[in-house]
């Protein structure tokens, strides 16, 4: 009997030695010390944005007073009117406009400022990146009085030139115009930092390479630059897509929407119509249809991406 009790406290002793040394190889491995170091901003995550974009879910499938399920019967509502419309088409237009011009500027300046000696670049570093660091808010303030339709700096310029004075506000066109001009120069920073950063870690091996193959600067930059750039390109376009798309500050202060509601994006018009007009479950509906864009366009994005790091 003694020899049955010894036998099984050895096995018991072993069973939570192999216990706390399996413990202690979880606690070991690399991926489980840094979920546990990233779990209180997975946390974060969860609480500031999970739980909002569910509970937009929600709202959206309830009536304007909150108190009755309603289905997709906003999003039916949505559908048959012209200003949603209106509002889709402007969005697009906006974001993949700013977004082409924001990427060619920032290309073009980041190969200028790559070329710049070293000390002289921190400089331009520096001053380019100043529209970036400012708050959209306060740059924007700026713009307006620029485009102010009784004090604008602009048309006191082109006064000098025989021009006429321009409304930047007060129609269509130049009101686009004016949105997208605004958000190119704040955004066109981001796409140089990333493109120089990016311009930096290209071996100038390469660039000797073609040299020698005869190359001239357009072939270098397509055959070389353009490659070893490709995936940096495609994030940052991702990245700024998504932020441009839900922008809300440039057109709110410059023109609200107008005139006559066309250049609403949807941030804005979500405003109007959640905030502004009461309907909260509604201007949820309008929200919400900027997920299917914008993860329809993720993952386009993010397959290449990861098609060509399998490939490299």
């Known amino acids: ?8 406290g050895r096995i018991a002793r072993a069973t939570g030695a192999r216990k706390g040394s399996s413990l202690r190889n979880t606690l070991g491995r ?13 946390l974060l995550i969860a609480l500031l944005v999970l739980y909002p974009a569910f ?14 399920f309603v289905g997709l019967g906003n999003f039916t509502f949505l559908f048959k009117r012209e200003t949603f419309w209106m509002v889709v088409k402007q969005s697009c237009i906006f974001a993949i406009t700013a977004v082409i011009f924001k990427a060619l500027i920032g290309f ?16 331009w570093r520096g001053m380019l990146l100043v529209p970036w ?28 030139f025989g021009v006429g004075p321009i409304p930047w506000l007060g129609e269509t ?27 930096k870690s290209v071996p100038d091996q390469l660039y000797e390479a073609a040299a020698i193959d005869g190359a001239n600067w357009w072939q270098k930059i ?50 109007q119509v959640g905030i502004q007009s009461s309907d909260i479950p509604l201007g949820a509906c309008v929200s919400l249809f900027m997920v299917p864009i914008l993860a329809v366009a993720a993952i386009f994005i993010l397959r290449d991406v990861s098609k060509r790091g399998n490939e490299a």
């Open 222 to 271: 397509w055959y070389v630059t353009l490659p070893m750039m490709r995936n940096i390109i495609a994030i940052t376009t991702l990245f700024s897509l998504i932020v441009t798309f839900a922008n809300f500050d440039i057109v709110r202060i410059l023109t609200s929407g107008g005139p006559l509601d066309t250049t609403h994006l949807f941030a804005t018009w979500a405003f």
């Open 108 to 123: 073009i300046v980041a190969h200028f400022v790559h070329n710049i000696p070293g000390k002289k670049q921190r400089k």
């Open 30 to 42: 690399k991926s489980t010390v840094a979920f546990l170091l990233t779990l209180p901003l997975i």
């Open 1 to 8: 009997m003694a020899d049955v009790v010894v036998e099984q």
């Open 55 to 68: 509970f937009s879910l929600y709202l959206a499938t309830l009536n304007k007073a909150m108190t009755k």
């Open 133 to 160: 660091v400012i708050p959209p808010a306060m740059s924007t303030l700026a713009w307006l009085w620029l485009f102010d339709p009784s004090y604008s700096a602009f048309n006191y310029t082109l006064s000098y």
């Open 173 to 199: 066109f130049w009101a686009r115009f004016s949105v997208i001009l605004v958000n190119v120069w704040y955004g066109a920073p981001f796409f140089l930092i990333m493109y120089l950063a990016a311009l």
